[in-house]
């Protein structure tokens, strides 16, 4: 019933960028606090960046503050996260997630289980 659709993942050279997109079914959208994980083999699925349904709240991991952000599009169902000066440790499957409101203020929004909907993943290379 509710799916969620990533894009925009590819190769890119260390210093690059890369826009993701992930797109949500549904009229519900706006209501949703959305997420970005990523994953590599091996290893957990990590947090990224959180934006909560009210849109003035925005969390990042360390690593990538000041280099990616997120931000989302209501009127378009859609959740983007733009990627600047990528480095190679940034290559991995980037999945978008969604928590349907109402959300409790102490929920972090930092780990899977504070969702309920992913998309499948795309994939960021960054080379060297």
């Known amino acids: 019933q509710v799916q969620l659709v990533e894009s925009g993942g590819g190769l890119v050279q260390a210093g690059g960028s890369l826009r993701l997109s992930c797109v949500v079914s549904?009229?519900?959208?706006?209501?949703?606090?959305m997420g970005w994980f990523r994953q590599t083999p091996g290893k957990e699925r990590e947090f990224v960046a959180a934006?909560?349904?009210?849109?003035?709240?925005?969390v990042y991991e360390d690593s990538v503050k000041g280099r990616f952000t997120i931000s989302r599009d209501n009127a378009k169902n859609t959740v983007y996260l733009q990627m600047n000066s990528l480095k190679p440790e940034d290559t991995a499957v980037y999945y978008c997630?969604?928590?349907?409101?109402?959300?409790?203020?102490?929920?972090?929004?930092?780990?899977?289980?504070?969702?309920?909907?992913w998309g499948q993943g795309t994939q960021v290379t960054v080379s060297s």
């Open positions: 549904g009229p519900t959208f706006s209501r949703y606090a």
């Open positions: 934006i909560h349904w009210s849109g003035n709240v925005a």
């Open positions: 997630a969604g928590r349907f409101a109402p959300i409790p203020g102490s929920l972090p929004l930092t780990r899977q289980r504070d969702y309920n909907y």
